[in-house]
């Protein structure tokens, strides 16, 4: 045991170091979103993002995360889209198997998905999703937001008043 | 150190980033940003006693979806493209400078074909005004500030919170139990009957209760400072409620006043809130007149 005892140090020192890299791991949360040039919604994209994609931040501002896909690509991300990656150190000692926590069951499991909605569906056929699809495909480009934005003197092409 | 130590420790470092990448998987492509594997009976208990909050964005989505198809079975589309298209560029402008700018599937805003004046926002960024209430508004403030204050509800999961805490203790104890297998026609079954139950409380709340007041009060406050990063007046909020006050109308009354504190202590807590705020943006009027020419079309 005492040949090993030298050993400790360094797991511990591993540890803290591997808490720090997971520290800046994050994900895509929502569907769909723009990796953009600058920390603007309007900006330029890059790439699209989707669901699960793993970022690794780089830096920050206001709000915006600078980040970099596993491609390699660097650009923009707002903190809305993405959440940490999760990383518990008391789970090291027990079995994989006890650490889900309750969002992981909630999504492991989806208890609201597109089945339930069918199911939902053939149990109402009264209620019509078709309206809410249209409304679904209501789209804005950023370059169209950011003509809006600075016709109408908003956001950063706004003048104190 | 010398080289047989270092090889301990690269072996134990290797393992460990093994060990640890296998902790949190995210599943591209598949919807499921965590693979729970098997979950212990602890970890459920631990589910089950948390609330809203579990909602994944996605499940919000969900419920949004309905939510939204069922007000719309209760109202038509005022079908204006035009107007559609404006409404969602001011909705997306104040959306941009909310606490919570992106969404599982984005903020869509639609107008309904009523002359009621009443605005409603479901999870997941679905955003309802009447006709009526477009009418009611002069100016883009107005309108800005109404949206925000939707927007608002939104950010702050009013909606989620109203779903009464069985229903979702229910949901998460029978997803619980089948976290790792795919539930079945019976676990379907019951997980439609309480995604019924749920869209059922917040119905209720947006249709016909109307949120608490401090849920009303915090969207107001909400929306004076999503207007003010907007670069809105926040003023608009304001005069917005002042065309509510002591009107008994079939139209207004039907059903904001239903599901909305009394417009003069709204009034008094915005104004108070704008107080507050060292520097506020004015009402321009080129916005004002793109407005008037976005709505002329209005019947």
Redesign the interface.
């Known amino acids: 045991m005492k040949k090993y005892s ?2 400790i140090p ?2 511990c020192g ?2 803290i170091l ?1 808490t720090f890299l ?1 520290a800046d791991t994050f ?1 895509v ?3 769909t ?1 723009n990796l953009r040039i600058e920390p603007k ?2 900006a330029k994209t890059l790439v699209f993002l ?5 970022l690794e931040k780089i830096g920050a501002r206001d709000g915006w995360l600078k980040v970099k896909t596993t491609k390699g690509i660097e650009g923009w991300i ?1 903190l ?2 993405v ?1 940490e ?4 150190l008391t ?1 090291i000692n027990q079995p ?22 069918e ?2 569906m053939k ?1 109402h056929p ?4 078709a ?2 699809d249209k ?2 495909k ?1 789209k ?1 480009s950023p370059a ?2 950011k003509i ?2 600075k ?5 950063e ?2 003048r ?2 | 150190m010398n080289r047989r130590h270092l090889s301990i420790a690269c072996v134990l470092l290797f393992c460990f980033v093994f060990f640890m990448d296998d902790c949190a998987v995210a599943e591209k492509g598949t919807g499921i940003l965590y693979k729970a594997r098997d979950v212990a009976k602890s970890n459920i208990n631990k589910a089950i006693i948390k609330s809203f909050a579990d909602i994944t964005e996605e499940e919000e989505y969900y419920i949004g979806r309905a939510v939204a198809a069922n007000i719309l079975s209760k109202y038509s589309v005022y079908n204006n493209q035009a107007v559609t298209q404006y409404i969602n560029y001011v909705g997306n402008s104040v959306v941009f400078y909310s606490e919570r700018p992106e969404i599982y599937a984005g903020y869509h805003f639609l107008i309904l074909d009523v002359e009621e004046v009443n605005a409603f926002a479901a999870p997941g960024g679905f955003v309802f005004i009447t006709k009526g209430l477009l009418k009611r508004c002069q100016d883009e403030e107005m309108l800005a500030c109404v949206l925000a204050h939707e927007v608002g509800h939104i950010c702050a999961n009013h909606g989620l919170k109203s779903i009464k805490k069985s229903h979702l203790t229910e949901a998460f104890r029978l997803i619980g139990m089948q976290a790792v297998k795919k539930y079945g026609t019976q676990e379907l079954t019951k997980l439609t009957g309480i995604f019924e139950n749920v869209l059922g409380d917040i119905m209720k709340t947006l249709v016909e209760r109307g949120y608490d007041r401090k849920y009303e009060y915090e969207a107001d406050k909400l929306a004076v400072r999503i207007a003010v990063n907007t670069g809105y007046s926040p003023s608009g909020l304001k005069d917005f409620l002042e065309t509510m006050v002591d009107d008994s109308s079939d139209v207004s009354g039907k059903g904001w006043f239903k599901t909305h504190p009394k417009a003069n202590d709204r009034i008094a807590r915005v104004k108070n809130e704008i107080s507050n705020i060292k520097t506020t943006p004015l009402k321009d009027s080129v916005r004002t007149k793109r407005f008037l020419q976005s709505i002329k079309t209005i019947q």
């Open positions: 030298k050993f360094l797991l591993i540890l591997f997971m994900i949360k929502v569907r979103t919604f309007y989707q669901n699960g994609e793993k707002h809305s889209a959440e990656k999760k990383f518990s789970a994989l198997k006890t650490q889900a926590t309750a969002g992981e069951v909630a999504l492991a499991a989806k208890a609201f998905d597109k089945n339930v909605e199911a939902y149990k009264q209620i019509s999703f309206q809410v409304m679904l209501i804005i169209q937001m809006f934005l016709r109408g003197k908003l956001g092409f706004g104190e008043k």
